[in-house]
Structures are given as C-alpha cells and as structure tokens.
C-alpha cells in the first residue's frame, strides 16, 4: 500500500454553514497535514490521518475569523487542532469510496462518513513526480462537537447560525520517502 502524505500547499478544508436563515457563509482551513495509504487497485484498504490547525481559519472577515477561534465556537487556545483518523473504507464504485473515521473537533470525537473522490496518480512537473488528489465531503452538526454558541431570532425565529456545517476537502498528496 502506497502512503502518500499531504501537500499543505495544495490542500484546503472548506466550510459552509447558514447565516442568519437565510444565506450561506463560506470558510477555509489553510494549514493541513497528514498521511494517506492508497492504491488506486485497491482503495478499500485505504487509510488516513489528518490534522487541521484551527488558527488557519480564513473567512475574509477579521472580526468573524477572530470569533470563530474564540471560546464561542473552535476555542483555538484549549482546542488547536480538528483532527481525523480513519477507521475503514468501503462502497467503492469507480473513483468513488467511503472513508469512515473519528473526527475530533472541539475536544470532542464522533464517527463520520468522508464521501471521498480520487483523482490521478499522475506525473508532476518535475522530473519523477508523481501527486495524487482526493476531494471528500461530509455534513456535521456543530452542537454535537460543543459548539453551541448562537443567537436567537426573535422576530423572525431561527438562529444565526446555523446547526449543519458542509465540510468539504481539497487535497494533494505526494509520495512518502
């Protein structure tokens, strides 16, 4: 099994949760490690470990990024890292598996489901390089991680925030030396 490890440069976790009830806010983690076992022949013996620091949280807002790593939300001085790693894979069809894995937000581990893509190997441009990608996506909710922070909509009901987080993941690997 080929282990690959995590191009920080060429990786993102994206974000997606409801603002308000009525449109989407959009975030990213920049600063992403880990490792992958891969072989496209046999991706059900696939394997990951990945971490995110939480204090590369980007929204394009100061004010909000500095409050989602405040106590209200990611408490980025208790809590610095998410974190996951996976327990099995299955479900292959063509480029396309299921990776399941604890992932750790908040202090907190629950089981998710990455709904993951695979693309390439291919060749680099440099000379001998080969990268591999993978796309994942997977839905949370943020209460069930300890992060209940909100505000209620009296006039109109509802919250600020929403519950169900859309996570989504970018990422470039590389061969292991």
């Known amino acids: ?29 920049n600063k992403i490690s880990g490792t992958i076992s891969f ?8 394997s990951a470990e990945a971490e995110i620091d939480v204090s590369g949280i980007w929204t394009g807002i100061s004010k909000r990024d500095e409050h989602l790593r405040s106590p209200d939300f990611f408490d980025v001085g208790k809590y610095p890292k998410i ?5 099995r894979a299955e479900g292959i069809e ?3 598996f299921k990776l399941f894995g604890d992932l750790m937000i908040h ?13 390439g190997p291919v060749k680099g441009t440099e ?4 990268i591999i990608g993978f ?10 991680y300890g992060m209940t922070w909100n505000v209620a909509l009296v006039e109109k009901g509802g919250v600020v925030v929403g519950r169900e987080v859309r996570i989504a993941l970018d990422i470039e690997a590389d061969p292991a030396e």
Not at 1 to 9: T, V
Not at 83 to 87: G, H, L
Not at 107 to 119: C, F, K, N, S
């Open 107 to 119: 202090g907190v581990t629950r089981q998710v489901v990455l709904h993951m893509e695979y693309a």
């Open 39 to 46: 072989d496209p022949a046999d991706p059900v013996h696939s």
């Open 83 to 87: 974190t996951f790693t996976s327990t």
């Open 1 to 29: 099994m080929a282990k690959w490890i995590i191009d920080p440069d060429h990786s993102v976790a994206t974000f997606t949760v409801r603002h308000m009830m009525v449109t989407d806010v959009h975030g990213q983690f």
């Open 135 to 144: 796309t994942a996506a997977v839905g949370i909710n943020r209460e069930d």
């Open 127 to 130: 000379e001998g390089e080969i």
């Open 94 to 96: 063509g480029r396309h």
